[in-house]
């Protein structure tokens, strides 16, 4: 199976506090990867070393078999990688359609064309299939800061995939969301997945979501992956249990 | 925009047009002052209140616009020549002094501009074989248009108000664009724009251009309205004047620099029968001003409208109920 991202030997050093260390892996086409670990084991500074939100202190990132260590996320973004961030990242001001708008027009021609070209940058259609497929037509002009929590997490993973991304990041998609909401989550990014045939890196620490959602799991401990597997052998592994609960 | 928008943009419009026929020689001077620096609040609109990039520079952007003109039209430089000139040096200039915010923001960002300004100002006073110093240069004509002499306060109003429009029609035009989306996302999330594919860097120094040079092509306008400039008249004071302006007017709207120039050339010109309590009497109403609406006036206007709105609908519900009923 093709590999869409390999990390190879990934370092990433705060001072003297290592939070990213040796860790390798590989992201297969179609593939939904779980990444999960106990709080401060570098789930986060991993995503952000990989999309280039921090550089890396050593190792190396490729996507398609490019080299892209150290590229800028915009650069990532539109080789077809995408992301959701931990904490809400939606664009308050913005209606739902405009913030969905926004997160594909960037693909659309260049920028000079995008200046003298039709106001939603030829997106309109694209942005109200988005909004019906995650269920927020009745939202699609309301701005974005106005609605709940969980359909904000709902809009920010639909702007995840907007430009129609070969390669999703989702930051713990499930954070801080209601049980339904949850499981609507779930249900789109698995509906998606199955009619997309995208491929998704998911961290998060509902272990439910990640058990229903992910083909595979790896498990990161203080920097270093400890664990993976099928979601099934990972839960009964010692190893992660302990990296879990502690001696 | 809804019905009533279009109807006070339209009243605005007619208002501004038939003005001059009902004011005095002082009063279409006012009117041209306001039209002329309503085109510099546009631009600091466009980098302040769109794209979130604080600025304190756009007064020595008008200084420099202006020396430009009254530089160069002397030399038997056409009009409309120079003043692009101003347009395109204010945004070569303005695309530099973009480059620090890619490195700080806010008030760092703030003080940045500042220096600027003083730089300007210091370059403007100091290098008197240029600028004539303290001094100041005179008598920068006002253009003549296919045989359409603009000298006459009116006519040069008409071409202020020409100019105003054609400008606020482009910057409309862009601020409908996805450029107009994009320097709303660097000013509400930069690292989520990032990471969506906006080439936040482009953006930030394309927001700080144009901005910029829309203070050039006022300032190029300001010249030949005054047909006087000195370095005073750019100094920090007018900085801070047009960062008042979008502030009053409402920042991030598109129609906040129009009202905020309006009360900012205007109110202390009514105050002036207070005689020595003006400045009191407008630095009090500032202050009243933006304890009571912080987004502006036009931010009061729609929180008006809105609970209009809402009382209306709150209105209609219990009739809705009993129709329902019967």
């Given at each position: 199976m093709?590999?869409?991202?390999?990390?190879?030997n990934l370092?990433?050093a705060?001072?003297?506090?290592?939070?990213?260390?040796?860790?390798?892996?590989?992201?297969?086409?179609?593939?939904?990867?779980?990444?999960?670990?106990?709080?401060?084991?570098?789930?986060s500074?991993?995503?952000?070393?990989?999309?280039?939100?921090?550089?890396?202190?050593?190792?190396?990132?490729?996507i398609?078999?490019?080299?892209?260590?150290?590229?800028?996320?915009?650069?990532?973004?539109?080789?077809?990688?995408?992301?959701?961030?931990q904490?809400?990242?939606?664009?308050?001001?913005?209606?739902?359609?405009d913030?969905?708008?926004?997160?594909?027009?960037e693909?659309?021609?260049s920028?000079a064309?995008?200046l003298?070209?039709?106001?939603?940058?030829?997106?309109?259609?694209?942005?109200?299939?988005?909004?019906?497929?995650?269920?927020?037509?009745h939202?699609?002009e309301e701005?974005?800061?106005l609605?709940?929590y969980?359909q904000?997490?709902?809009?920010d993973?639909?702007?995840?995939?907007?430009?129609?991304?070969?390669?999703?990041?989702l930051d713990?998609?499930?954070?801080?969301?209601?049980?339904?909401m949850?499981?609507?989550?779930?249900?789109?990014?698995q509906?998606?997945?199955?009619?997309?045939k995208?491929?998704?890196?998911?961290?998060?620490?509902?272990?439910?979501?990640?058990?229903?959602?992910?083909?595979?799991?790896?498990?990161?401990?203080?920097?270093?992956l400890?664990?993976?597997?099928?979601p099934?052998?990972?839960?009964?592994?010692?190893?992660?249990?302990?990296?879990y609960?502690?001696? | 925009?809804?019905?009533?928008?279009?109807?006070?943009?339209?009243?605005?419009?007619?208002?501004?047009?038939?003005?001059?026929?009902?004011?005095?020689p002082?009063?279409?001077?006012?009117?041209s002052t306001?039209?002329?620096?309503?085109?510099a609040?546009?631009?600091l609109?466009?980098?302040?209140?769109?794209?979130?990039?604080i600025s304190?520079?756009?007064?020595?952007?008008?200084?420099i616009?202006?020396?430009?003109?009254?530089?160069?039209?002397?030399?038997?430089?056409?009009?409309?020549?120079?003043?692009?000139?101003?347009?395109?040096?204010?945004?070569?200039?303005?695309?530099?002094l973009?480059?620090p915010?890619?490195?700080v923001?806010?008030?760092?960002?703030a003080?940045?501009?500042?220096?600027?300004?003083t730089?300007?100002?210091?370059?403007?006073?100091?290098?008197?074989?240029l600028?004539?110093g303290?001094?100041?240069?005179t008598g920068?004509?006002?253009?003549?248009?296919?045989?359409?002499k603009?000298?006459g306060?009116?006519?040069?109003y008409?071409?202020?108000?020409?100019?105003?429009?054609?400008?606020?029609?482009?910057?409309?035009?862009?601020?409908?664009?996805?450029?107009?989306?994009?320097?709303v996302a660097?000013?509400?999330?930069?690292?989520?724009?990032?990471?969506?594919?906006?080439?936040?860097?482009?953006?930030?120094?394309?927001?700080?251009?144009?901005?910029?040079?829309?203070?050039g092509?006022?300032?190029?306008?300001?010249a030949?309205?005054v047909?006087?400039?000195?370095p005073?008249?750019?100094?920090l004071g007018?900085?801070?004047?047009?960062l008042?302006?979008v502030?009053?007017?409402?920042?991030?709207?598109?129609?906040?620099p129009?009202?905020?120039?309006?009360?900012?050339?205007?109110l202390?010109?009514?105050?002036?029968?207070?005689?020595?309590y003006?400045?009191?009497l407008y630095a009090?109403a500032?202050?009243?001003?933006?304890?009571?609406?912080?987004?502006?006036?036009?931010?009061?206007v729609?929180?008006?409208?809105?609970?209009?709105?809402?009382?209306?609908?709150?209105?209609?519900?219990?009739?809705?109920?009993?129709?329902?009923?019967?």
């Open positions: 093709t590999a869409v991202l390999e990390v190879a370092r990433k705060f001072g003297g506090v290592i939070a990213v260390d040796g860790v390798s892996f590989d992201v297969h086409a179609g593939e939904i990867l779980g990444i999960i670990g106990p709080n401060g084991s570098g789930k500074t991993l995503f952000n070393c990989v999309l280039g939100q921090l550089q890396p202190s050593a190792g190396e990132v490729r398609d078999g490019q080299v892209t260590t150290g590229a800028r996320p915009c650069d990532l973004n539109r080789l077809g990688v995408s992301r959701t961030f904490l809400l990242q939606v664009f308050p001001q913005l209606s739902v359609r913030n969905l708008i926004l997160a594909g027009q693909h659309q021609g920028m064309s995008r003298f070209g039709r106001a939603d940058a030829g997106l309109g259609e694209a942005a109200a299939q988005m909004i019906e497929f995650f269920r927020l037509s939202l699609a701005q974005a800061g609605l709940s969980g904000q997490k709902l809009l993973a639909a702007m995840a995939f907007m430009a129609g991304p070969r390669l999703v990041l713990e998609p499930a954070g801080g969301i209601n049980l339904t949850l499981g609507h989550l779930r249900e789109r990014l509906a998606y997945h199955t009619e997309r995208a491929t998704f890196v998911v961290i998060e620490h509902q272990m439910e979501f990640v058990m229903a959602l992910c083909t595979r799991v790896l498990v990161l401990a203080e920097g270093r400890i664990a993976e597997g099928a099934y052998d990972i839960r009964r592994n010692p190893i992660v249990i302990e990296a609960l502690g001696h | 925009m809804t019905r009533l928008g279009t109807l006070a943009v339209v009243t605005a419009t007619s208002a501004a047009i038939a003005a001059p026929f009902f004011l005095k002082y009063g279409i001077f006012l009117i306001w039209a002329v620096l309503t085109i609040a546009i631009g609109n466009l980098t302040l209140g769109y794209a979130g990039q304190l520079a756009q007064g020595a952007f008008v200084g616009g202006a020396y430009t003109v009254a530089l160069l039209t002397p030399l038997g430089v056409p009009f409309f020549v120079a003043f692009i000139a101003a347009g395109l040096l204010c945004f070569a200039i303005g695309w530099g973009g480059y915010a890619l490195r923001q806010h008030h760092y960002l003080f940045v501009t500042l220096a600027f300004t730089l300007v100002f210091l370059v403007l006073r100091n290098e008197q074989w600028t004539n303290i001094y100041g240069i920068t004509p006002r253009p003549t248009i296919l045989g359409w603009t000298n306060g009116q006519d040069f008409f071409l202020c108000l020409s100019i105003l429009t054609i400008l606020s029609f482009a910057t409309w035009w862009m601020l409908r664009s996805p450029w107009g989306r994009a320097f660097l000013r509400e999330n930069p690292i989520r724009a990032l990471s969506l594919g906006l080439d936040t860097r482009r953006y930030t120094l394309m927001a700080f251009a144009i901005g910029s040079s829309l203070g092509l006022s300032g190029a306008l300001y030949p309205l047909q006087f400039i000195e005073n008249s750019f100094a007018l900085s801070f004047n047009l008042l302006m502030i009053v007017g409402g920042s991030g709207n598109f129609f906040g129009f009202v905020g120039a309006l009360v900012a050339v205007l202390p010109e009514w105050l002036r029968i207070t005689q020595g003006y400045l009191i009090a500032i202050m009243v001003m933006m304890a009571f609406c912080p987004a502006g006036l036009l931010g009061l729609e929180r008006a409208a809105k609970a209009l709105n809402d009382r209306r609908a709150n209105a209609t519900i219990p009739v809705r109920a009993e129709g329902a009923g019967t």
